[in-house]
């Protein structure tokens, strides 16, 4: 099973100190995280898209390029690449040449995105999220699956004799998955094609997550991909963690009542309770995260958000240290001992990576 981090790269102002990091050091503090990441033993480094403050994430194949020169080991993703408002030309070519630079040490998240104001900026209606959605990704899909491809949609101008280039690496595109929060639609795409879905699972009680799963794992059965078990699951989550639960608690408090993407709301007592954050000791979140299996059956990857809400590096360094170092050796050695025999422990990695051991999950067989 994968374990790693992603991040929706927020600038957000500290409110224990008052200070707001400019754009050049919350990107900088980026890398370094991505760098503690491969550090202390995760398999999973994701980042996000966004094109709005307080986000700085808006070139995800330029920070993920240049991870690929820094890192070794660790398998580079995205949470997510937007779907509808790219051009999935661009996609196929960025995306290609990203797997090309990783040596295959890389797979992306395709998502429609949900602020509104974002879809104008790139020419499109987010009331056609849907539509895009599905028109875009069945072409990204064979783009990276014939060298001379003919089309013509609603969307975007026709192609004639068109090849995408560079081609994927050995013949073999990305593996993708298809995140979403509340889309059954995406659900089903994800189970048509057979690749991955990925549930954010951050704001949203788990009865839903599970309803969303199980849809997709149903699906994914009908196409005949294998059976429901077999079905590619990744999960998001969240954690702050101190070796004394009250001190977390305590800590993260302030962080959490001025975030912005779920402050000024619910109370963190309340938020905890109703979604997967995790606020409290390592102990904790492995006690949590073990029940998401009960939720959703056994699954291949999950990732934590941890570097939200103007959370200062040197903190969030800290909370990669627990999160390598006491919590996911655990995770990874009870999924594997409840996974049943024929369910994949990770998504398919590509060739060169299942060969050569370059960015495969440590403990894990390819």
Request: no cysteine; glycine share 10%; proline share 9%.
């Amino acid at each position: 099973m994968q374990f790693g981090i992603f991040t929706v790269g927020d600038v957000t102002t500290d409110p224990t100190t008052g200070r707001t990091p400019s754009e050049h050091e919350r990107i900088k503090a980026t890398v370094a995280i991505a760098l503690k990441a491969e550090e202390v033993g995760l398999d999973v480094f994701a980042t996000g898209e966004h094109h709005n403050p307080p986000f700085v994430p808006s070139s995800p194949t330029t920070l993920l390029g240049y991870l690929a020169a820094r890192t070794e080991r660790i398998t580079l993703s995205t949470s997510t690449t937007l779907i509808t408002t790219n051009d999935p030309v661009k996609i196929a070519e960025d995306y290609a040449y990203l797997q090309h630079l990783a040596d295959g040490r890389m797979d992306l998240m395709l998502g429609r995105g949900n602020t509104g104001p974002v879809y104008p900026w790139f020419g499109q209606d987010i009331r056609q999220g849907i539509p895009l959605t599905i028109e875009n990704y069945a072409l990204l899909h064979r783009l990276w699956r014939e060298d001379v491809v003919d089309w013509e949609g609603k969307f975007r101008t026709p192609l004639q004799g068109f090849t995408s280039t560079p081609r994927p690496l050995d013949g073999v595109p990305p593996f993708v998955w298809h995140g979403s929060i509340r889309s059954p639609e995406v659900a089903e795409q994800a189970a048509y094609y057979g690749d991955g879905f990925f549930h954010n699972n951050i704001f949203w009680p788990m009865s839903h997550t599970r309803q969303m799963v199980g849809l997709y794992r149903q699906r994914f059965a009908h196409y005949g991909h294998g059976t429901a078990e077999q079905a590619i699951v990744g999960l998001g989550g969240q954690a702050f963690m101190r070796p004394n639960s009250q001190d977390a608690v305590r800590e993260f408090r302030p962080y959490f009542d001025n975030a912005p993407v779920y402050g000024h709301g619910p109370s963190l007592e309340d938020f905890t309770e109703q979604t997967p954050l995790t606020v409290g000791s390592p102990q904790q979140v492995v006690e949590r995260t073990l029940g998401f299996r009960e939720a959703v059956g056994d699954y291949q990857r999950q990732l934590f958000l941890m570097d939200h809400a103007g959370l200062p590096l040197k903190t969030v360094l800290e909370q990669l240290d627990l999160l390598g170092g006491e919590v996911v050796p655990v995770l990874r050695e009870e999924f594997a001992r409840m996974r049943p025999a024929g369910v994949p422990a990770t998504a398919p990695p590509h060739p060169s990576v299942a060969a050569g051991g370059s960015g495969a999950p440590a403990g894990a067989a390819p």
